[in-house]
């Protein structure tokens, strides 16, 4: 995505810089970036990038211009020192005003469509809550932020939607601290916080020891939705999925399928691992081991859908005859030629209009059973009946269980 360096006006003249990204469409949204204590480096640059694709206008002021310009730092020792330096040097006030500043500049690009949001990280995150309180902005959220507690008076003065992740380990955000937040919060329903309690300081940034993928997955979602709801941009996921699902199984064109996906996509089929990870072995995959690897009768009958923010969440039964080898799905087991009816779960992630990975779901012992493979008896194990009890819930439950005729009557 297009990025450059852009000035930024501060009481009319362009005073510092910032790192600009505009999204795949060439506008959208504002989105107003706040650094971790370590300037605008690879990781705020790479969440920029991210978040572009996601439909912002994404602008990262430089908020260390006033003692040093430029500060781009890693995590080692050193870097730390550095950074923690210039923290304790940075007057916090005038840091608001700056970002006050890349608002007001953001809003007035031809690029961004008008409303403008702020998110931001460790020294962000502290901002994310004084801008919601002093500037005019549209939506703020904060990851971590130190220091809450000094400034709780403030809350009044928020009138945007504000939402804080708080990382239940952080030393910085003890417990006492917590139920500080969480009482000035309380009478204002604009301000919600979310507390990850396994997770510490920064568990968000994938270099550092503290990083906590799942933490991590979970908050971008709920950053995600509180950012559609408040400024857009909306996108039908439903209609790229079903899409998608066109090109895999009716068209069966694996390019025109990759193309409804970001640069780098990845699928993973639970039971077997069998999908790919990047376009180049995502595309092998799809070319050769799955599109024409499908029973010419494949269909799916759709029992549910829940969609989400940024996710599709897809229950449907997966029918077919086992009339040729399934690479994917039952790899290196010749056709037994009989039909087959499997529940499954697909959760599908999207990057703004873009599917970014799959995780599809079934129980494999039930396909094992219904290609004659596994014989169940004396196994926890079932072949069709588990499709039908899907979709006809007055099936018997517990057949499976030598035990449930000893609970009759209790």
């Given at each position: 995505?297009?990025?450059?360096?852009?000035?930024?006006?501060?009481?009319?003249?362009?005073?510092?810089?910032?790192?600009?990204?505009?999204p795949p469409a060439g506008s959208g949204p504002g989105l107003v970036l706040g650094q971790e204590i370590f300037?605008?480096?690879?990781?705020?640059?790479?969440?920029?990038?991210?978040?572009?694709?996601?439909?912002y206008v994404v602008l990262v002021p430089d908020l260390f211009w006033r003692l040093e310009m430029g500060v781009d730092l890693g995590y080692s020792?050193?870097?730390?020192?550095?950074?923690?330096?210039?923290y304790q040097q940075l007057d916090v006030d005038k840091a608001v005003d700056d970002v006050g500043s890349a608002v007001a500049t953001l809003r007035a690009?031809?690029?961004?469509?008008?409303?403008?949001?702020?998110?931001?990280?460790?020294?962000?995150?502290?901002?994310?809550?004084?801008?919601?309180?002093?500037?005019?902005?549209?939506?703020?959220?904060?990851?971590?932020?130190?220091g809450l507690e000094h400034h709780l008076d403030e809350a009044a003065n928020i009138s945007c939607p504000l939402m804080q992740h708080i990382a239940g380990l952080d030393s910085y955000t003890p417990a006492d601290v917590v139920a500080q937040i969480d009482s000035a919060f309380a009478d204002h329903s604009n301000l919600k916080y979310h507390l990850y309690s396994q997770s510490d300081h920064g568990?968000?940034?994938?270099?550092?020891?503290?990083?906590?993928?799942?933490?991590?997955?979970?908050?971008?979602?709920?950053?995600?939705?509180?950012?559609?709801?408040?400024i857009g941009p909306e996108y039908d996921l439903e209609a790229i999925w079903d899409d998608h699902l066109s090109r895999e199984f009716e068209t069966k064109q694996a390019d025109a399928?990759?193309?409804?996906?970001?640069?780098?996509?990845?699928?993973?089929?639970?039971?077997?691992?069998?999908?790919?990870?990047?376009?180049?072995?995502?595309s092998r995959f799809y070319k050769n081991h799955f599109i024409p690897r499908n029973a010419p009768d494949t269909h799916m009958v759709p029992i549910s859908r829940t969609v989400g923010v940024d996710k599709i969440v897809d229950e449907f039964l997966f029918c077919f005859t086992h009339s040729q080898e399934i690479d994917w799905l039952l790899p290196g087991i010749a056709p037994s030629g009989n039909k087959v009816?499997?529940?499954?779960?697909?959760?599908?992630?999207?990057?703004?209009?873009?599917?970014?990975?799959?995780?599809?779901?079934?129980?494999q012992a039930t396909a094992l059973v219904q290609v004659g493979k596994l014989d169940p008896e004396g196994l926890p194990v079932a072949g069709k009946i588990t499709a039908e009890k899907v979709l006809d819930e007055e099936l018997p439950s517990n057949t499976l269980m030598p035990t449930w005729a000893d609970s009759e009557g209790t």
């Open positions: 995505m297009p990025s450059q360096l852009i000035y930024i006006s501060s009481e009319g003249k362009a005073e510092f810089n910032g790192y600009l990204v505009l300037g605008i480096n690879a990781f705020m640059r790479e969440m920029a990038e991210q978040y572009a694709a996601e439909g020792e050193q870097d730390r020192e550095k950074a923690f330096s210039l690009l031809p690029e961004c469509t008008g409303k403008v949001g702020f998110l931001g990280y460790c020294l962000g995150g502290s901002l994310a809550y004084l801008t919601a309180a002093r500037q005019p902005i549209d939506v703020a959220i904060g990851y971590y932020g130190v568990f968000t940034t994938p270099v550092k020891a503290a990083y906590d993928r799942s933490a991590t997955a979970i908050a971008y979602s709920r950053s995600l939705a509180h950012l559609r709801d408040a399928a990759l193309a409804t996906m970001v640069e780098r996509p990845y699928v993973n089929h639970i039971p077997t691992m069998t999908g790919g990870t990047g376009r180049k072995q995502l009816e499997i529940p499954m779960i697909a959760i599908v992630n999207f990057r703004g209009d873009k599917i970014c990975h799959e995780h599809i779901y079934w129980d």
